[in-house]
């Protein structure tokens, strides 16, 4: 059964809310939040970026077996780093139960599955909730950046941007990437 047309934001934040550990609630609401700032900037479907912001983790609570037997019961077959580090897993399993459980649409569905990685030739939903995931105020509250600076200074978001500084919100608009609008 698919929750979409069920789920106003405000019901999936409460379903989401309660699918995490409480630890990471307050970043994916910021995710959510800079992701929609962003999609304000860029021009990018607000409701898509909120969505994908929010759903982004959808998956992250669950063990490397659970991660493993959805990838199996969705029928994705795995490389052999996946299976030995099955928590790598969680942008491709809230990816599938984003579109599977709550029915988001292939925008959303292909923003979570690339948040951790990016790929070549991202789309404009895809790097937005690939660099909110990395500048949204709370992420320095609950762990340590993914990798460093330097990869979201290649993307082009200045150092005047307070990253990961709690409390701190993106004024200004920031270039997404050198390269073309998507
Ligand atoms: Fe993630
Ligand atoms: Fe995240």
Known sequence: MKLQKYLTMEKLEEVVISLLKPER?????????????????????????????????????????????????????????SRKYPKTLHA??????AERIFGENENVVSAICHHTTGRAD????????????????????????????NVVNAWGVTKSWPIGTPGAFPVQPVRLSAGKRK
């Open 122 to 149: 991202m789309t404009m939903l895809e790097k937005i909730i690939y660099i909110a995931d990395y500048v949204e105020r709370e992420r320095s509250g609950i762990t340590a950046r993914r990798g460093d600076e």
């Open 92 to 97: 491709l399993t809230g990816s599938l139960v």
């Open 25 to 81: 609630v307050k970043h994916v609401l910021g995710c959510r939040d800079t992701a929609v700032a962003l999609a304000k900037c860029w021009g990018a479907d607000e409701t898509d970026a909120a969505r994908a912001g929010i759903l982004h983790d959808i998956t992250k609570a669950i063990d490397g077996p659970l991660q493993l037997t959805l990838c199996e019961a969705y029928g994705k077959i795995l490389s052999d780093f």
